[in-house]
């Protein structure tokens, strides 16, 4: 009880009180009292100032009524000029969108679980511009075994030949959007509305719309210190300029957002030998391999697109699945399959030389040449999570036969193609009639 005793002894007051304390406040509490005062203050300001606030807007709203409506962030707005009169219907409307909609759902888990096996057509962006080939088109893949359609929206010319919205094409004005009437997402919605997949073809390095608009992103010529141009005429972009990537992805992006499935590098290389004199290239800005610079550019764009919900592919060299290195042009079939969730080698049996794994003439033996060429890829794929989606020949030999490919030789690339487990195919040149899936 000492602690206790001695607790009251020292608390205790010196004298007593002479009043109650709430007669003569201590100089604390009347601080407290104060600050109290001052806060309740300060809430019935803030009360009546929104209070006010809150009349001014629903009045505001209500007075502009009359000329604007507004719902779930679409403004639409009346042109007081264009009002025939009390009632007319002849009112001219603007509406703008001041929100973008976000997904309700994971796009990548939604990817994932709607996979559907491939089996398409190329349509070049000219031949996306004719509404009436198209029907054709689609007619074929209605009754056929195909399935989806592989659009060259960025082609290879470089033009980007929709309505895009990409900054950067926008900047350097290389959009030319003569795609189904310019109008992308009335053909992204046709084909949806004939349950057909839409894969987005996107010429990477062969430009000739950037390059001319910055020749500064183009190879140079060593010599003249202008554009390095092929035996054809046409220029590349600069693979180790990372604002040459930028431009790429953007359009990538962009098309991803408009309903495309699937975003398909195509051209996504160096010049090779047989496009012109190599001797005269120069790399501004090199800091790499051919290889790592093409890995890298996959690296910087599959992050962005996936989330999108679409799959990243690309187009190699057939024999890119036969060589351990890059074939000189910066295809190395493991490291671009670290960012790809499909790569599609170009095994046209019209590509390849006389005598190729002992075919005396390829075109005229595609069953061959295809399961030849494809041989090794089943086991190059192990362990990477990539699948192989090969393009296969569907036009004529242009060559010294003249091979005629019937659809019985373009099943025959499709058979040898299965035989090795691929399930998927690409064709290239034409639009067969391959008969019911």
């Given at each position: ?18 009043a ?31 209070a ?8 505001s ?14 403004t ?12 007319s ?79 950067m094409?926008?900047e ?8 189904w ?27 000739d719309g950037?390059t001319s ?12 210190g202008q ?8 220029r ?9 990537w930028?431009?790429i ?20 290389r ?5 496009d012109?004199?190599l ?8 800091y790499?391999?051919?290889e ?10 599959r992050p ?16 890119v ?12 079939m ?6 790809l ?25 595609p ?18 999570g990539t ?20 659809a ?23 639009y ?6």
């Amino acid at each position: 009880m000492a602690e206790l005793h001695s607790h009251h002894r020292y608390s205790a007051p010196s004298r007593p009180s002479r009043a109650p304390a709430t007669v003569y406040p201590t100089r604390a509490r009347r601080k407290r009292m104060g600050l109290l005062i001052v806060v309740l203050a300060c809430v019935g300001l803030v009360l009546v100032v929104g209070a006010g606030a809150l009349v001014w807007y629903v009045a505001s709203l209500a007075g502009e009524s009359q000329e604007a409506g507004v719902a779930g962030g679409v403004t639409t707005t009346v042109d007081p000029g264009a009002v025939g009169g009390a009632g007319s219907e002849a009112q001219a409307v603007a509406t703008t969108v001041d929100y973008e909609l976000k997904p309700l759902i994971d796009l990548v888990s939604f990817r994932d679980l709607a996979y559907m096996p491939v089996k398409a057509v190329h349509v070049y962006s000219v031949k996306a511009a004719d509404k009436a080939s198209m029907g054709r088109i689609m007619d074929i893949i209605d009754r056929t075994e195909l399935n989806a359609m592989v659009v060259a929206v960025k082609d290879d010319n470089g033009r980007i030949a929709y309505n895009s919205l990409a900054p950067m094409a926008v900047e350097y004005n290389t959009v030319n959007p003569i795609i189904w009437g310019g109008d992308l997402d009335a053909l992204v919605a046709t084909l949806a509305g004939r349950n057909i997949i839409p894969i987005a073809r996107l010429v990477c390095f062969k430009d000739d719309g950037l390059t001319s608009a910055r020749p500064d992103l183009a190879i140079q010529n060593k010599d003249t210190g202008q554009p390095w141009v092929d035996r054809n005429g046409s220029r590349y972009l600069n693979p180790y300029n990372h604002e040459v990537w930028e431009y790429i992805v953007q359009v990538a992006e962009d098309v991803a957002k408009r309903g495309f499935r699937e975003i398909q590098f195509d051209y996504v290389r160096f010049p090779a030998g047989a496009d012109g004199d190599l001797s005269k290239v120069s790399y501004p800005g090199k800091y790499c391999t051919k290889e790592e610079a093409i890995a890298g550019f996959l690296a910087y764009a599959r992050p962005r697109l996936e989330p999108l919900g679409v799959w990243v592919s690309a187009d190699v060299f057939g024999y890119v699945v036969d060589v351990a290195g890059d074939m000189g042009i910066g295809q190395n079939m493991e490291k671009m399959c670290m960012n790809l969730d499909l790569i599609c080698p170009m095994v046209y049996p019209n590509l390849y030389e006389f005598g190729a794994y002992g075919i005396q003439y390829p075109p005229a033996e595609p069953y061959n040449l295809v399961k030849n060429a494809l041989a090794k890829a089943p086991g190059r794929l192990i362990g990477l999570g990539t699948k192989c989606r090969p393009w296969l020949q569907a036009h004529d030999d242009y060559f010294t036969r003249g091979v005629e490919y019937t659809a019985d030789l373009i099943k025959e690339e499709i058979r040898a193609a299965s035989e090795l487990g691929f399930d998927e195919y690409l064709l290239w040149g034409g639009y067969p009639d391959l008969g019911a899936g």
